[in-house]
């Protein structure tokens, strides 16, 4: 994370089963560069004792209003200020009620209650605490006035019911705390990015494809929707889970993708093909498995039509921005693309480079325009590299 961002969080724990799971809640923002103060209710104390999340976050636990150690050490005023982002999770239906009444009556509801930070808040109950109409008042009463709240999921509840009250999943959290926190920046975009490979059938079991993961793809995507975007992502077949905010298209050939993203160019903004999109088809598809016979067999491919060319053709006023993998002279190819197909940006990453290019979740680009400038970066995260891609794409936006 870049020091600009690295920011408290201080984390409200209520007395929920899922007091577990914050503790891995803690681990992930203090790996990613978070200052975490945690703060636990009395009931939150009868799931999980301080020492695991004193040990987590690597600062005392705050419990108490009215101890004179804690209140001179810590203090709940001072904590209200440090905060950039007040987070309670697991919220019971309780506390949901108290900041809902506006009761302040121990360390954690007198924090929110003195806090001028965003608030996110993570419910987790018993299905039918969930339903229940007074709490369902109280989260619309609350969302009015500005408070943030990540949807439980659905499952299996410690209780013995099946519903809708589960904590979400420790990562989900903390996507949702990097999205609150990031700066809305392309809040007027609306983002078509393509991602992952194609898949050119063959026979009813075979087919032709490629390396791509859609790992850069999908970090556009989710790094996109941080800073305020629309996105839209028409994806190849891959094993990521879709970013939550994203309208997802799923496609399998290199058909499929340009008749969608052909589809959606007229409602976007800017587009960022990332896809690795297959420039050959089997000839021939046979409906039936190719029976195996002695000797080679040959295949004849067929040349798909290339969409960000076509795109090119109809910009009218969009940013375009392509991507080059390249295995050899790569300034030189990957500038040939930005001219011939009218790009604005295009992204060339050398394939051939440990840690860049397929799969991984790094890459090593050099970013070039169409005034002729050249940036190498180096290796870099692929949401690190997806961040330096709108940077630019904001720049381009004002030199307009
Ligand atoms: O998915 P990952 O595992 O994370 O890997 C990331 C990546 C290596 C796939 C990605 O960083 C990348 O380089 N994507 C583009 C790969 C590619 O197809 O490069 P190209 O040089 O063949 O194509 C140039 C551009 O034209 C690309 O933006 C491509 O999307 C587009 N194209 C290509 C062929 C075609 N028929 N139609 C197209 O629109």
């Given at each position: 994370m ?5 920011r408290t ?16 809640l ?10 975490v ?6 009931e939150?104390?009868e799931f ?5 999340f004193?040990?987590l ?26 905060a950039h982002?007040?987070?309670?999770a ?7 009620g108290?900041?809902?009444a ?7 509801t007198?924090i ?8 996110l ?7 039918h605490?969930?339903e229940?109409p007074?709490?369902?008042e109280?989260?619309g009463?609350?969302?009015a006035?500005g ?5 439980p ?10 519903g809708?009250g589960?904590l979400p999943?420790?990562?989900d959290?903390?996507e949702e705390?990097r999205?609150?926190?990031k ?5 007027d ?6 991602a992952?490979?194609?898949?050119e ?13 859609g ?5 556009l995507?989710r ?7 629309k ?5 190849g ?11 997802l ?6 058909a499929e ?8 160019f ?11 999109v ?11 498995k190719?029976k195996?016979?002695?000797g080679p ?6 040349p798909?039509p ?7 053709e ?10 080059a993998?390249?295995t050899?002279a790569?300034?030189k190819?990957?500038?040939k ?7 604005d940006?295009?992204v060339a ?7 860049s ?8 680009a050099?970013?070039m325009?169409?005034k ?14 997806a961040?330096r ?5 904001i ?6």
């Amino acid at each position: 994370m870049e020091d600009a961002e690295k920011r408290t969080i201080v984390l409200g724990v209520s007395g929920g089963i899922a007091c577990y799971k914050a503790a891995e809640l803690v681990r992930l923002l203090v790996q990613e560069g978070f200052s975490v103060q945690v703060v636990m209710t009395r009931e939150a104390m009868e799931f999980v004792t301080p020492l695991t999340f004193q040990t987590l976050s690597g600062r005392p636990v705050a419990t108490e209003t009215f101890s004179l150690t804690q209140e001179s050490e810590i203090g709940h005023i001072r904590l209200a200020g440090q905060a950039h982002l007040l987070v309670i999770a697991p919220a019971t239906a309780n506390i949901i009620g108290k900041i809902t009444a506006g009761i302040a009556d121990d360390l954690l509801t007198t924090i929110l209650m003195a806090t001028k930070a965003g608030v996110l808040i993570a419910p987790s109950m018993n299905v039918h605490m969930f339903e229940n109409p007074i709490l369902q008042e109280n989260i619309g009463k609350l969302k009015a006035l500005g408070y943030h709240f990540i949807e439980p999921t659905e499952g299996y509840l410690a209780c013995g019911y099946e519903g809708k009250g589960r904590l979400p999943e420790p990562e989900d959290i903390l996507e949702e705390i990097r999205r609150l926190l990031k700066k809305k920046d392309l809040i007027d975009e609306r983002l078509l990015i393509t991602a992952g490979p194609n898949q050119e059938p063959l026979d009813p079991v075979r087919y032709v494809s490629n390396r791509s993961s859609g790992k850069m793809g999908y970090a556009l995507a989710r790094v996109g929707l941080r800073r305020g975007a629309k996105v839209t992502l028409v994806s190849g077949p891959t094993s990521l889970v879709p970013p939550s905010g994203a309208r997802l298209i799923s496609v399998r050939t290199a058909a499929e993708m340009r008749e969608a993203v052909l589809q959606e160019f007229a409602n976007a903004t800017a587009v960022v093909m990332a896809a690795a999109v297959a420039d050959y088809r089997p000839e021939q598809y046979v409906s039936k498995k190719l029976k195996r016979a002695e000797g080679p067999i040959v295949l004849k491919l067929q040349p798909n039509p290339d969409i960000l060319r076509e795109l090119g053709e109809r910009k009218n006023g969009r940013i375009l921005i392509g991507f080059a993998a390249e295995t050899e002279a790569l300034v030189k190819n990957a500038t040939k693309k930005l001219r011939e197909k009218h790009l604005d940006l295009i992204v060339a990453n050398d394939v051939t480079q440990e840690g860049s290019g397929f799969e991984g979740d790094t890459n090593a680009a050099t970013l070039m325009d169409r005034k002729g400038a050249v940036h190498s970066l180096p290796l870099m995260s692929k949401e690190e590299l997806a961040d330096r891609i709108y940077d630019y794409l904001i720049e381009i936006r004002n030199s307009r």
